[in-house]
Nanobody
Framework: QVQVVESGGGLVQPGGSLRLSCAAS????????MAWYRQNPGKERDLVAS???????DYTDSVKGRFTISRDNAKNTVYLQMNSLLPEDTAVYYC??????????????WGQGTQVTVSS
């Protein structure tokens, strides 16, 4: 089994910053891509940023230049540094990890989500 746990959400004013963290644990042989998604009520879950095991990053256009994704492979952890936050960044943010589980194979595992609210 694999557990994925996010932390770091909260309420911030427009223009402010937040740092999200996500740690994977359990019967992990290897972790491939790790990513952050976000979702608002009644909307689809959209990809925000992703990072490969080798450090290659990809961002949705609306966050380029403001958000930075990084990872610590030794800690099975991915981070999302969010700067210059806008009200439209408000959403529940979910972490996803593509994990090779011992004796089970590769699967995508999701965290429970953390709320980010950008408001004055």
């Amino acid at each position: 089994q694999v557990q994925v746990v996010e932390s770091g959400g909260g309420l911030v004013q427009p223009g402010g910053s937040l740092r999200l963290s996500c740690a994977a644990s359990g019967s992990i042989w290897s972790i491939y891509t790790m990513a952050w998604y976000r979702q608002n009520p009644g909307k689809e879950r959209d990809l925000v940023a992703s990072i490969s095991s080798g450090g290659r990053t990809d961002y949705t256009d609306s966050v380029k230049g403001r958000f930075t994704i990084s990872r610590d492979n030794a800690k099975n952890t991915v981070y999302l540094q969010m700067n210059s936050l806008l009200p439209e960044d408000t959403a529940v943010y979910y972490c996803a990890a593509d994990v090779w589980v011992l004796d089970s194979g590769v699967g995508r595992y999701w965290g429970q989500g953390t709320q980010v609210t950008v408001s004055s």
